[in-house]
């Protein structure tokens, strides 16, 4: 059965109270806050909310309704933080006075359903992905799939790409990969949180095309490694910018993220998709809050804040527990002077301390 990010986040809250995380006395004047947005970061966001409201008593109420919708929600300011896996353009940041930063690194990989293919055994070139999306690529067999597999019988099967129908901070990460290496896709399909898919069918959210690629014999989909690693589901190789084909593992993320241009990045908007190195995993990506410049209520920005400074602190183990990569210090250093410059109350003092 595929788990929700409902479930797993009751079952995160449910397995932190059981070890004494959640305090039975709570400090007074605690806040609740509430975000929405990608469901990328949903179970760290989960966890870290268990083990702050053990702290501070203060709670978050975090909805994963993708990316989209997050950044929806805080531009129309429905809640008092917005997610999403998509960095937000530029425009609409300035003209909705957002603030724009990364919380956790994570990535996205593929997962098929083949008989007989044991997790990582099959090897997938870049190219050989985006023909796969883009129709060109047909059947299991095809010899752009079976020359990358000597030593795998591939079946004369029809290959079933699954989507996100969804707008999907996922999608975009995946879609700037694929535009990334194949200009066929980019002049045809491009990058977006919603793009028109040129094959294969699309199903809403993670559980969708989880469930949908679990289910049809043949088909590929691309899903967060967190959420093929908690459904056992069966992941591949793929080829990097080096030519090296790399299985997904923590290594092969942080190896990506160490390579991103951190200093040079708007909005805190850094890339890394396809980064060199020969150990790199071609698919990574930081997640982001959204917060206002300009917060309604400022007691609900400041613990906002506090609770990601809290994360930032004291939250890398968790996070990295549950397969995301820990920001570099020097990363968080500059959100926190962001947080000081440009998130004011009504009388225009910085918010956070």
Known sequence: MIKSFNGTRRALFMSLAAVGVIATSLPAL????????????????????????????????????????????????????????????????????????????GSIVMIVNLDGIKTDELKLSSQAVADIYLGKVTKWDDKEIADLNPGI????????????????????????????????????????????WPAGDSAKG????????????????????????????????????????????????QAAAGAADWDHAQDFAASMINTAGDTAWPIVSATFLLLPKDPKDAAKSAEIMKFIDWAYTEGDKTAEGLNFIALPASVKDRVRAAWKSEIKDASGNAIYK
């Open 30 to 105: 605690a806040v609740d806050f509430t975000g929405a947005g990608g469901t990328f970061p949903a179970p760290v966001y989960a966890a870290w909310g268990a083990q702050y409201k053990a702290k501070t008593g203060s709670t978050l109420n975090y909805q994963p309704i993708g990316s989209g919708g997050g950044q929806t929600q805080i531009l129309s300011r429905t809640v008092d933080f917005g997610a999403s896996d998509a960095p937000m353009a530029s425009d609409k940041l300035a003209s909705g006075k957002i603030l724009q930063f990364p919380t956790v690194i």
């Open 153 to 196: 019988k591939l079946p004369s099967l029809d290959i079933l790409p699954v989507s996100r129908s969804d707008g999907s901070g996922t999608t975009y990460v995946f879609t700037s990969y694929l535009s990334d290496i194949s200009a066929d896709w980019k002049s045809k399909v491009g990058f977006n949180t919603s793009v028109k």
């Open 206 to 253: 993670n559980d969708g095309v989880a469930g949908t690629v679990k289910n049809t014999k043949g088909a590929i989909g691309y899903v967060e490694y967190i959420y093929a690693a908690a459904n056992a589901l069966t992941t591949t190789q793929l080829q990097n910018k080096a030519g090296k084909f790399v299985k997904p593992t923590v290594p092969a993320f």
